[in-house]
C-alpha cells in the first residue's frame, strides 16, 4: 500500500500516522521556518513562524496533523511576508544586539532573519527593561533575548525533572522566571549539563567562561543558511511519547 | 491567626490540591492582603508543585499581587461606556484627593487606585471594585465619602450598603426571563425521557452557544459523551469577559436555579458527575448567594447523590456544581484557556484539536457552555425542543439577551426572539432620545462588529449579526475615535502573551493609535495598522488575536474620517515626540534655550 | 535584464550620526572598486568631502546614514538628509536598529548624567553637566532612524561587509532592488 500524501506547494509529501504537516514537511526535506519547535518536544504552536496556508485557511504547521490530500501553501509570498513581519515583531519586542551575543551565527532567529531577508526591525523598538542573572557558576542568563519559546520550561520538566523555568507576567510583560524564591538562577538546581541548558533557540542561557570560543564568521549558520540545516530538524521519537 | 496557619487552613481546605490552586490563591489574598515571595513559597510546598510554576500563575492574573497594594484597592472599570459616564475625571480626582498615581501605593500603605477592564456594571456606571467588591454608579459626592471612609480606615462592612446595590435593569423578558419554572421540573422532565431523547430535544431545539462562536449545543453534548473518558464534567462559562456584557450576572441573579437546572440536565445527557461554574472575579460578590443556591438545591434533592431520588445500578444519577472564582483575566472567557485555569494555571489557551468536548478538565471529556446557553437547555428540556424552535428565526431559534449601554434613555437587559433588528432595539432603549442621533452601534463587544446607521437595518441572528450579547450606543457627541483607542487598550492589557502576533502585535498597535492619538498619526501609520491587522487575523493563538483588531478595521472602513481629522498631512512623523526627548537632558542642564529644542516637524526646506 | 546606466552621476551624501565610522571604514574597504563607484556617482556632504550641508549643490540621489539618532545634532542632520534626498539608506546596525549606543536605554538618562558628571569617583573638583548652548543635548533614549525619518533601505551590520556595501550599492545604481542574500545580510 502506498504510503499517504498531502500536497506542499504542488509537491507531494508523503505522512506517517501522528505525523504534524511540519514534521512531514522535514521528513521530505522541506525546510520549515521555525522558532518553538524542536524534534525532541511535542509541539508548542508559540511562535507562529510555521504558519502556513492548510486547505485554505491558516494554521500553524507544526500542530496540524498531516493528513492525506491536504492542500498546503507554505512558501508564498504572502507567507513569508507575514514571517517576515513575526520575526520583526520578536526583534523589536526583546534586546538583540547582535554584535556582542555569544549566539551570534548559532541563534535561530538571527538565522530566519536572514534566510527571510530581514533587513530592519521596521517596527519601533520596545527597548524593555530586562535585567541580567549571572548568579549561577556556570550559567548565564541574558533575558534581553528571550523569545518566550518555552523550550527550556519544557526541557526542564519535561526531561531534566527539575522545572528550573516557568513564565511568568501576561502579554507583553510576559517574561521567563526561575524556580528560586530570591528568582536567581544560582539558587535552583540547575547545572550546565541539563538538556534545558542546550535547547534555546536564542542567546539567553548561555555557558559562562566561554567568550567566542568559535569564531565569528565559522559558526552554524555562517556555513550554510538555516534552510539547509534541515536534516537537524527531522523529526526523532519525542521521549516519553506513545510512538 | 497568623500568617502561617492562615495558608495552612486555606491548603487543608483545598485538600493540598494544585488543580484548586486559583482559589487557595485569593483565598489566601483576601486573608492576607496580597502574595508575598514567602507566601508563594509556602503554597507550591503544600501543593507539591514547582514554586516557578505557582508564581506563574499568581502573576498572569490581574486581581493576584504579588506586591502589596494597600489596604484598600479601589480598581475603576475602564470601560468606554464607564468613561462615557466620567470615570476617568472621577478617578482622577480620587488620586489627587488621596495624593496618589494611578496604580501606586500611597506612602502609608493605606489605598492604591488603578484602571481595570470592564466589570460588567455598563448599565450603572461608573463603576469601581473596592477589595474586588463591585460598587456602581459612582458621582463626585461618593468619590468625596468614599475618599474619608478610606483614610479613616473603615472597613468595608459599615460602607453605606447601597453603594453595593447591583440593579438588575431588566427592561423587556421573553420565554428565559419571563419563566416561571419551579426547580426540579425541567429535571424531572428529562429523567421521565430518558437520556437519550433529553439529548434529542436539545438537538431538535437547534439550540446554539450563546457565548459568542455559536456552536450546535445538541451536537457539542452528543461528542462529548460519545468520547471515551474516565469521567466527564460540565462547566458553565460565567467568565463574562467582553467590556459591555453583563446579561450573564443578571441570569445568575435572578435565575441560578434555572442555569444550574440546565447544568445539570448537560450533566444527566451526557453522564457527568461534576459541573464546575467558572465566574469572573469581578463578580465575586455573587458567590455567597450562588452558594446558598447550591445547598437549597441540594437539600431539595436537585443536586448531590441520587437526584430526585434516582439511586440504583443504571438509574442512579449524581451530581454536583461547585463555584470556581477567575481573578481578572478576560482570556479566560475562551474555552480551553478557562479549562486551564480551572487546573490551577495560566490561562493560555490550548493547542486544538484535541478539543475540550474530548480532552477537556483534567483531560476527561468536558462540555464547556455559556450560562445563557445552561438557561436554555433548562427551558427546552422542559418544554421541548419543537416549542423551543417555534421562538426566533429558522436559523436561530429562540431569544437571546442583549445587554444594552452607552447612549440610551433605558440600559439593562433586554430579551428578544432572534431577528430582532438593530434599530427596534435603538428604539425601545430610547437611544438618542434627547442627545442627538445614534452614530454607531458596537455590538457583541470590542471583538465584534461595529454599525453605522445605514446597518441600523439588520437583524440580531446567527445568520446576520451573531452576538454575545454587548449592545453599546454612541450617538454623535461620541468620537469614535476614543472609543476605538479605548478597545485597543483593552486588547493590548489581556493578551495573555502566548503567541508572537498578538503578544507583541497587540502593544505596537496600542503604540499606534496612541500616536494618532497624540497627532502625530500619518497615513503610513493606518497601513501599518493594516499590517499588523491582517497578521493578526492569519497567525494569532486563539480568537482573542484574530478578533484584536476589528475595531481598527470596521472603523477605518465605515469612520474613517475620525483618524484622517487627526492626521498630520505629513507622509511620515516621527515615532515619538522630539522635543520631548530631550525633557531629561533639559532637567539635568538647565538649558532651555533654542538649541534645547527640537521642532516636531521637518522644518520647511530652505 | 539590466536597468539602462544613468546618463548622469548619482550624488551621493553620506554621514556619521551616532556610529562609530566602522561602516564608513567598511565602505572604504570596496578597496579598488570605489575607482569603479567614482565613474558612477560624486560624493556631496560627507566624511570624504568638505561639504557642510548636503543639498547646497543641488539635490541628492542617494543619502547614506551611519550610526543612530542620541541628540539634537543627529535628528537636525538626518532631517536634512531626509529633506535633500531621494534615496535614504540606513547603513549598519546602529542606524537599523540603536546598536551600541542604544544599550543605555534601559537606563534613565538623567541617572546616566548624575553618574557620569556629579556622583562618580574621581571627577575633578567642580565637575558639572555640561550645560553649553554650543553642546547639542542628548535624547532621553537612543533611536534607530527610521524612528526620525521614512527611511527607504536598510544595511544591516556592525559593519556590514564591504562586499555587501558594494552589491547593495551597485543594485542600487543600476536601478534594481537591492539583493543581499547569504553570507552578506549580516547583524553583527
Ligand atoms: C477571548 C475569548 C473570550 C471569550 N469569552 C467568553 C465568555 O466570557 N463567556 C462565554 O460564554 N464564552 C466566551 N468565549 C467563547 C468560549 O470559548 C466558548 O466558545 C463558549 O463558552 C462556548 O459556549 P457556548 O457554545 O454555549 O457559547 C470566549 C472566546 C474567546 C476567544
Ligand atoms: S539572540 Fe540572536 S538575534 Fe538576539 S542578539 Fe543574539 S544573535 Fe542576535
Ligand atoms: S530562554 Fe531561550 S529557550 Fe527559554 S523561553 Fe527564552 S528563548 Fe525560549
Ligand atoms: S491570540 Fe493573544 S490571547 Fe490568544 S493565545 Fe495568542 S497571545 Fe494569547
Ligand atoms: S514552530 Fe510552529 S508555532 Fe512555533
Known amino acids: 500500500m502506498s504510503e499517504p500524501t498531502f500536497t506542499l506547494d504542488g509537491r507531494e509529501i508523503p505522512f506517517a500516522a501522528g505525523q504534524s504537516v511540519m514534521q512531514a514537511a522535514l521528513a521530505a526535506g522541506v525546510f520549515v521556518p521555525h522558532l518553538c519547535y524542536h524534534p525532541e518536544f511535542r509541539p508548542h504552536g508559540s511562535c507562529k513562524l510555521c504558519t502556513m496556508k492548510i486547505n485554505g485557511r491558516h494554521a500553524t504547521s507544526c500542530t496540524t496533523p498531516a493528513a492525506a490530500g491536504l492542500e498546503v501553501e507554505s512558501d508564498t509570498p504572502e507567507i513569508q511576508d507575514k514571517r517576515r513581519t513575526l520575526l520583526q515583531m520578536l526583534l523589536v519586542e526583546g534586546n538583540h544586539f547582535c554584535p556582542s551575543c555569544e549566539k551570534s551565527g548559532e541563534c535561530k532567529l538571527q538565522a530566519l532573519g536572514y534566510e527571510l531577508g530581514v533587513l530592519t526591525p521596521h517596527f519601533n523598538l520596545l527597548y524593555p527593561d530586562r535585567p541580567v542573572d549571572a548568579s549561577h557558576p556556570d550559567v548565564l542568563l541574558d533575558f534581553n533575548r528571550c523569545i518566550l519559546c518555552e523550550l527550556c520550561v519544557r526541557a526542564s520538566a519535561e526531561v531534566d525533572k527539575k522545572s528550573v523555568f516557568a513564565l511568568a507576567g501576561r502579554g507583553i510583560r510576559k517574561h521567563l522566571i526561575v524556580n528560586a524564591e530570591s528568582g536567581k538562577l544560582g539558587d535552583t538546581d540547575f547545572a550546565l549539563t541539563d538538556k534545558a541548558a542546550q535547547v534555546c533557540p536564542v542567546g539567553v542561557i548561555l555557558p559562562k567562561k566561554c567568550g567566542f570560543c568559535v569564531p565569528i564568521g565559522q559558526r552554524r549558520f555562517d556555513a550554510a543558511p538555516i534552510s539547509q540545516h534541515v536534516d537537524e530538524f527531522k523529526p526523532v521519537a519525542i521521549p516519553g511519547e506513545r510512538a | 491567626m497568623n500568617q502561617h496557619d492562615a495558608i495552612q487552613a ?7 490540591d494544585g488543580t484548586r490552586l486559583m482559589q487557595i490563591l485569593r483565598e489566601t489574598q483576601e486573608a492576607l492582603g496580597w502574595l508575598a515571595p514567602e507566601t508563594l513559597t509556602a503554597i507550591a ?4 508543585w514547582p514554586r516557578a510554576k505557582v508564581e506563574g500563575t499568581a502573576s498572569f492574573y490581574s486581581f493576584f499581587h504579588t506586591r502589596p497594594l494597600g489596604l484598600y484597592r479601589v480598581l475603576w472599570s475602564d470601560n468606554i461606556t464607564d468613561r462615557m459616564l466620567g470615570s476617568v475625571e472621577l478617578m482622577q480626582a480620587m488620586c489627587q484627593k488621596l495624593w496618589l498615581e494611578p496604580g501606586r501605593v500611597s506612602e502609608d500603605g493605606l489605598v492604591s487606585v488603578d484602571a481595570t477592564s470592564c466589570t460588567g456594571m455598563c448599565d450603572q456606571g461608573p463603576a469601581v471594585l473596592v477589595n474586588y467588591r ?47 419554572m419551579v426547580p426540579g421540573d425541567a429535571l424531572r422532565a428529562c429523567l421521565a425521557r430518558g437520556t437519550e431523547s433529553t439529548l434529542n430535544e436539545v438537538k431538535a431545539a437547534q439550540l446554539r452557544g450563546r457565548g459568542g462562536a455559536g456552536f450546535t449545543t445538541g451536537l457539542k453534548w452528543e461528542a462529548c459523551r460519545n468520547a471515551p473518558g474516565k469521567t466527564r464534567y460540565v462547566v458553565c462559562n460565567a467568565d463574562e469577559g467582553e467590556p459591555g456584557t453583563f446579561k450573564d450576572r443578571v441570569l445568575l441573579t435572578r435565575q441560578p436555579d434555572l442555569v444550574f437546572e440546565g447544568m445539570t440536565v448537560a450533566a444527566y445527557a451526557i453522564g457527568a458527575s461534576k459541573g464546575y461554574v467558572y465566574l469572573r472575579g469581578e463578580y465575586r460578590y455573587l458567590l455567597e ?23 440504583g445500578a443504571n438509574g442512579g444519577f449524581d451530581f454536583d456544581i461547585e463555584v470556581h472564582l477567575g481573578a481578572g483575566a478576560y482570556v479566560c472567557g475562551e474555552e480551553s484557556a478557562l479549562i486551564e485555569s480551572l487546573e490551577g494555571k495560566r490561562g493560555v489557551p490550548r493547542n486544538r484539536p484535541p478539543y475540550p468536548v474530548t480532552h477537556g478538565f483534567l483531560d476527561q471529556p468536558t462540555v464547556v457552555n455559556n450560562v445563557e446557553t445552561f438557561a436554555a437547555a433548562a427551558l427546552i428540556a422542559l418544554r421541548g425542543g419543537d416549542w423551543y424552535k417555534s421562538f426566533g428565526t429558522p436559523r436561530s431559534a429562540g431569544t437571546k439577551l442583549l445587554s444594552v449601554s452607552g447612549d440610551c434613555e433605558r440600559p439593562g437587559i433586554y430579551e428578544y426572539p432572534f431577528g430582532v433588528t438593530v434599530q427596534q432595539v435603538l428604539e425601545e432603549c430610547g437611544a438618542g432620545v434627547g442627545t442627538g442621533d445614534t452614530q454607531a452601534v458596537q455590538i457583541s463587544g470590542p471583538s465584534g462588529i461595529t454599525l453605522g446607521p445605514d446597518e441600523f437595518g439588520r437583524r440580531i441572528a446567527f445568520e446576520d449579526i451573531p452576538t454575545a450579547g454587548a449592545f453599546m450606543i454612541f450617538d454623535l457627541r461620541r468620537d469614535i475615535f476614543d472609543v476605538v483607542r479605548n478597545f485597543i487598550h483593552f486588547f493590548a492589557h489581556e493578551s495573555c502573551g502566548f503567541c508572537t502576533p498578538c503578544r507583541v502585535g497587540t502593544t505596537l498597535l496600542k503604540n499606534l493609535v496612541d500616536k494618532i492619538a497624540g497627532g502625530h498619526g500619518t497615513r503610513s501609520d493606518l497601513n501599518e495598522i493594516h499590517n499588523i491587522n491582517r497578521v493578526l487575523q492569519a497567525a494569532a493563538h486563539c480568537g482573542l488575536g484574530h478578533t484584536a483588531g ?9 469612520f474613517r474620517p475620525a483618524y484622517e481629522r487627526r492626521l498630520k498631512s505629513l507622509e511620515f512623523e516621527p515615532a515619538f515626540d522630539l522635543d520631548a526627548a530631550l525633557s531629561q537632558a533639559r532637567q539635568m542642564t538647565g538649558r532651555d534655550d533654542a538649541g534645547a529644542h527640537l521642532a516636531n516637524e521637518l522644518e520647511t526646506p530652505r | 535584464m539590466n536597468a539602462p546606466l544613468p546618463r548622469r552621476k548619482l550624488r551621493v551624501a553620506t554621514t556619521s550620526l551616532a556610529g562609530c565610522f566602522g561602516c564608513h571604514m567598511s565602505f572604504l574597504d570596496i578597496d579598488e572598486r570605489l575607482l ?17 550641508h548636503c543639498g547646497t549643490r543641488g539635490p541628492c540621489d542617494i543619502g547614506i546614514i551611519e550610526g543612530g539618532v542620541c541628540n539634537a545634532e543627529n535628528v537636525h542632520v538626518l532631517q536634512e538628509f531626509r529633506r535633500n534626498c531621494k534615496i535614504l539608506v540606513a547603513l549598519g546596525a546602529c542606524a537599523v536598529n540603536g546598536g551600541l549606543p542604544a544599550q543605555r536605554n534601559h537606563l534613565d538618562l538623567r541617572d546616566i548624567l548624575a553618574t557620569v558628571y556629579q556622583t562618580e569617583a574621581g571627577l575633578a573638583q567642580g565637575t558639572q553637566i555640561p550645560n553649553d548652548p554650543e553642546l547639542p543635548l542628548p535624547l532621553n533614549q537612543v533611536h534607530p532612524i527610521h524612528e526620525v525619518v521614512k527611511v527607504d533601505y536598510f544595511l544591516p551590520g556592525c559593519p556590514p561587509p564591504a562586499d555587501a556595501i558594494w552589491k547593495f550599492l551597485t543594485d542600487l545604481i543600476a536601478g534594481r532592488t537591492p539583493q543581499l542574500g547569504h553570507g552578506l545580510i549580516h547583524y553583527d
Open chain 2, 10 to 16: 486555606v491548603l487543608a481546605r483545598h485538600g493540598n
Open chain 2, 45 to 48: 510546598r503544600g501543593v507539591n
Open chain 2, 134 to 180: 463591585a460598587v456602581t454608579r459612582m458621582t463626585p459626592e461618593r468619590v468625596d465619602r468614599m475618599v474619608e471612609l478610606i483614610r479613616s480606615r473603615t472597613p468595608l462592612a459599615d460602607w453605606p450598603q447601597d453603594w453595593f446595590r447591583v440593579e438588575d435593569n431588566v427592561r423587556r423578558s421573553d420565554i428565559l426571563l419571563g419563566n416561571d
Open chain 2, 289 to 311: 448567594s450562588l452558594n446558598s443556591a447550591l445547598a437549597r438545591r441540594r437539600e431539595a434533592g436537585l443536586l448531590g447523590k441520587n437526584i430526585l431520588g434516582r439511586s
Open chain 2, 550 to 558: 476589528n475595531p481598527l478595521a470596521h472603523t477605518l472602513e465605515k
Open chain 3, 36 to 52: 569603479d563607484l567614482l565613474e558612477l556617482v560624486e560624493f556631496d556632504r560627507s566624511p570624504l568631502t568638505d561639504i557642510k
